[in-house]
């Protein structure tokens, strides 16, 4: 059992990564906090990890939303006493479009969920981990964060993906002295919801294939990655088998990012 007793919190933990995370973490002994914003879907969770003999605390709050994130994990360490991995994984990938339709609001959603909702999920949940002496913190960046998709049109995606890592890079030095490690995991394309839930638009101005960007990885003829792939990968570097890695960008993708870029 890796993470036995630890009290751990995912977001974005109805669906993909997230959800394949939290299974994983509980099943490894966690207590896992699962943390989005449709109830139903965190309550499936919760009860998949019951089942399985795990323990789990359904958290409804959007990442991007300042007091729901506190009251969230609040809840959480008050009902477990303690805060040991962190997991920001929750994101979207937003609105795909050239930069001169891309709307500020859409501009401001993308930024505010992907790097406002991680900035927050840290910044409420730091003062716990210093409290328990120490733990991980990981991020769901991408491999957009260092590698740009030409004529993607996700500007406002990678730059929150990119910005991601420069947080990870800094709070890993910023948080060294209290023992808490800062990792990034930077997935290539993975089969999960996200990829159906990008809206692409006026993409022909900038020749963009449509497909684009699956069926480029390397290493499965074309074929995207899973959920629990990742998972085994944020496992990794929530347990103390990854005890000297902080500040650091993981890529997870099939040799996917050598392609681009
Ligand atoms: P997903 O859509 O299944 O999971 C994202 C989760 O975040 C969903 O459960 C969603 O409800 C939640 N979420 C979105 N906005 C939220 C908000 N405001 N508050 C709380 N929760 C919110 O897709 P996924 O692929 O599992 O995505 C997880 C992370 O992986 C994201 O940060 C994404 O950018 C990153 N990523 C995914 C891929 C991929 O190809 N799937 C590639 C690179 C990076």
């Not at 323990?55 to 009902?79: C, E, F, G, Y």
């Not at 962190?86 to 501009?107: K, S």
């Not at 990034?184 to 990829?195: E, K, M, W």
Request: include cysteine; proline fraction near 3%.
């Amino acid at each position: 059992m890796q993470l036995q007793d630890k009290v751990a919190l995912v977001t974005g933990a109805s669906s993909g990564i997230g959800r394949a995370t939290a299974l994983r973490f509980a099943a490894e002994g966690a207590i896992v906090g699962v943390l989005g914003r449709n109830r139903a879907a965190l309550d499936e969770t919760v009860a998949e990890i019951e089942t399985a003999g795990g323990r789990a605390l359904a958290l409804v709050a959007d990442v991007a939303d300042d007091s729901a994130v506190r009251d969230a994990v609040s809840r959480l360490v008050d009902m477990h006493g303690r805060l040991d991995v962190v997991f920001a994984n929750a994101g979207i990938n937003g609105v795909w479009a050239p930069i001169d339709t891309l709307l500020p609001q859409e501009w401001d959603k993308t930024l505010a969920i992907n790097l406002r909702g991680t900035y927050l999920t840290i910044h409420y949940t730091v003062p716990h981990l210093k409290r328990s002496g120490g733990g991980a913190i990981l991020v769901t960046s991408s491999i957009n964060g260092t590698r740009v998709f030409s004529n993607s049109g996700a500007s406002a995606y990678a730059c929150s993906k990119a910005a991601q890592l420069a947080l990870v890079q800094m709070l890993a030095l910023e948080l060294a002295p209290f023992h808490i490690r800062v990792n990034a995991l930077c997935p290539g394309s993975i089969a999960t919801d996200i990829n159906e839930r990008t809206e692409q638009r006026d993409l022909e101005s900038i020749g963009i294939p449509v497909d684009y960007p699956q069926g480029q990885v390397p290493l499965t003829e074309g074929r995207s990655g899973t959920a629990e792939q990742v998972a085994e990968l944020a496992l990794f570097l929530a347990s103390e088998r990854s005890s000297h890695i902080s500040g650091t960008p993981v890529w997870i993708d099939g040799a996917q990012s050598l392609l681009i870029g």
